[in-house]
């Protein structure tokens, strides 16, 4: 069997920060060999809370992911997951929705906009106190669209809350129903 998998980063989180760095080791473990780790750049300013900024920067990742892309033979492949973080979300749902790629999905820390997409099947991981979101929001779209959703108290959107520890057992908990997940016959 041959398995894809693609990372879509955030802005500023890149893939090897540690839910993108853990989240693919554990991927590699569960037979998604294939991979494709996106790179992109914005550097707009004052994105939180201005819908238009966020669009421009939306626009900007997305042709920047799709030209990285281009050239992709997803029917070569027996299973293909989309692995993202933040705005990386967003562009996966949209990526994925353009060209009828039948996927699965993990979002850590996804954003509203993110579910503006149906989504046949994905997980997501937030944090309560994540000031890039629209937490109960994202909750309430996730629920909606029947995709599990895990919170974290105290957490914010890197999944931390400044104590190691704790960050730590976070990171660890993420990556054990990130593993029974995808250990998971597709359904």
């Not at 994540?130 to 309430?140: A, C, F, K, L, Y």
């Not at 960050?167 to 029974?180: G, R």
Request: hydrophobic share 35%; proline share 3%; aromatic share 12%.
């Amino acid at each position: 069997m041959r398995n894809l998998m693609i990372l879509f980063p955030g802005i500023g989180y890149h893939c090897d920060k540690p839910i993108l760095y853990y989240g693919k080791k554990i991927a590699v473990m569960n037979g998604y060999k294939d991979c494709i780790s996106l790179s992109y750049s914005y550097d707009g300013k004052n994105l939180r809370g201005n819908t238009a900024e966020m669009e421009k920067a939306f626009n900007s990742l997305y042709e920047q992911a799709e030209k990285q892309l281009d050239g992709v033979e997803f029917n070569q492949y027996d299973e293909i997951l989309f692995v993202s973080k933040s705005i990386g979300t967003v562009i996966a749902t949209a990526y994925a929705r353009k060209y009828s790629i039948e996927c699965r999905m993990i979002f850590y820390t996804p954003l509203a906009q993110t579910y503006s997409y149906d989504v046949e099947e994905g997980i997501a991981f937030i944090g309560m106190k994540d000031p890039w979101s629209d937490v109960d929001e994202v909750i309430h779209a996730s629920r909606k669209q029947r995709i599990p959703i895990y919170v974290y108290e105290d957490a914010n959107h890197s999944l931390e809350t400044g104590q190691v520890i704790q960050d730590l057992d976070i990171l660890k908990d993420v990556m054990i129903k990130t593993n029974n997940y995808l250990s998971v016959e597709k359904q």
